[in-house]
């Protein structure tokens, strides 16, 4: 490998140029690095509009970034990044990890196609801090609860930021290109896309909510969370930079934003080891578990039409924004399990096809340990009541009447537990009491 041959960044869930492990290893191979993004019908197809558009976006401000010089193919990834490197002589492709169950396939399929062309493979990082797989018991065995890994995480560390920017290398002109696609049209109102975008959203709640996260982040009337999500999603930016802005600081807002970030690598680590787990009950127990089937039912939950105003604000809120707030999240999911009995796949794929921060690994095994078929030690007993839920966290209605206008005339927290409807809104479609001994029973079914 010479100095002077030109090397390929092939970026993937890490759209951005700063605090970029993978470019700084193309820098020392390479000055001259060619810009490569590949859409790859395989994650564009499952991906609903609403992610589709917020990627085309973050497409844009990186090509922006590096003066238009972003490479765009369509295809197959194992013909297309072979191509591009031959394209140029390029002697490596580099790369973030990709740590999912299909990146690590297709990944095999690129690497073993550029070897067979005397081209190398490269992979430098990921999109965590630290890479799935690393963090493990004594023994080498995966940690299956989140407590003893979050330890066992904050023990071994993470590196700091990669010093790097659009600077560093010199961008070759690419050789052909596609224009990057208009992005599909989407009734939400989705975030700004992109690393600048991802840095001043994440400084704004530095400023502003740093302080009060641990109790704030739990309520979805305020502006208490970080809405960092879709930034992850695509690496705007990387967990590395958030750590670093966070060390050195021991308040209850810090901590509970690093346990935060370590849900999300637990996820991924947990996916890591058990792939199958994207589709399949993590505990296989609950293969047996009775669901019901009933379209009609899960269309109202869609729809955010249940007569539960804390749910319907939710899914009305994922609808409107391609977001929902985590404590609605673990709501609405658990009404759908567990009030209405369907499968948590329904709702994972449901979630998947709206979410602009839709991740595979957070996810599933987020919709898994509501339903009490992932990691939790205990879970099936937790059974959230909406109306409890909706005051407690909803205490004044706030955050109901900002979406279910059907409601904006009933005052303060009356709205959670109706005495007379607006003629507009539904009844509940379930008896929450009832349902919940329905959960427990057969849940017993499938452990006695």
């Not at 992610?51 to 010089?69: N, V």
């Not at 072979?82 to 999912?100: F, L, M, P, R, Y």
Request: with cysteine.
């Amino acid at each position: 490998m010479t100095k002077e041959a030109p090397v390929v960044l092939w970026f993937r869930r890490d759209l951005r140029l700063g605090d970029h492990a993978a470019l700084l290893e193309a820098s020392k191979h390479s000055k001259h690095v060619l810009a490569l993004y590949v859409l790859d019908e395989a994650l564009l197809k499952p991906s609903g509009d609403a992610r589709t558009a917020f990627l085309y976006g973050c497409l844009e401000k990186l090509d922006e970034q590096l003066g238009g010089r972003l490479m765009l193919v369509r295809g197959e990834p194992a013909a297309e990044v072979v191509k591009a490197a031959k394209k140029i002589g390029a002697s490596a492709v580099h790369v973030s990890a990709d740590t999912g169950p299909y990146g690590r396939r297709r990944d095999a399929e690129v690497a073993k196609a550029l070897a067979d062309n005397n081209i190398d493979w490269v992979e430098t990082g990921s999109p965590y801090a630290i890479m799935p797989g690393r963090v493990t018991k004594p023994d080498g065995d995966p940690y299956r609860v989140f407590t003893p890994f979050f330890r066992a995480w904050t023990a071994h560390g993470w590196r700091g930021p990669a010093d790097t920017g659009p600077s560093l290398v010199d961008w070759v002109e690419p050789p052909r290109t596609l224009k990057i696609p208009k992005a599909p049209k989407v009734s939400a109102t989705l975030p700004e896309p992109g690393e600048q975008a991802a840095l001043d959203t994440w400084h704004t709640f530095l400023d502003e909510a740093l302080e009060t996260y641990d109790t704030d982040r739990d309520r979805p009337d305020r502006e208490g969370t970080t809405r960092i999500s879709p930034y992850l999603r695509w690496g705007c930016v990387h967990p590395r930079t958030l750590l670093a802005d966070l060390a050195g600081n021991d308040g209850v807002g810090a901590k509970s934003m690093r346990g935060e970030l370590c849900w999300r690598e637990f996820h991924a680590d947990v996916l890591w080891h058990r792939p199958e787990t994207a589709r399949k009950n993590y505990d296989r127990r609950f293969d047996k578990m009775k669901h019901d089937s009933d379209t009609e039912a899960f269309e109202r939950w869609c729809a955010g039409k249940t007569g539960y105003p804390i749910v319907d604000a939710g899914m009305r809120q994922l609808l409107a924004e391609g977001w929902m707030h985590n404590r609605v999240r673990m709501v609405v999911a658990s009404f759908l399990v567990k009030d209405l009995h369907l499968p948590w796949w329904l709702g994972a794929r449901h979630f998947m096809n709206h979410l602009v921060d839709g991740d595979l690994a957070s996810n599933q095994l987020n919709w898994q340990w509501v339903a009490g078929s992932g990691t939790d030690a205990a879970p099936y007993f937790r059974i959230f009541n909406p109306t409890t839920q909706g005051e407690k966290f909803d205490p004044n209605g706030d955050y109901v009447r900002k979406y279910v206008p059907e409601l904006r005339s009933v005052p303060g927290k009356a709205v959670h537990k109706l005495k007379e409807r607006p003629k507009e809104y539904p009844e509940p479609m379930v008896d929450h009491a009832h349902e919940r001994q329905v959960s427990l029973e057969r849940y017993g079914q499938i452990t006695s």
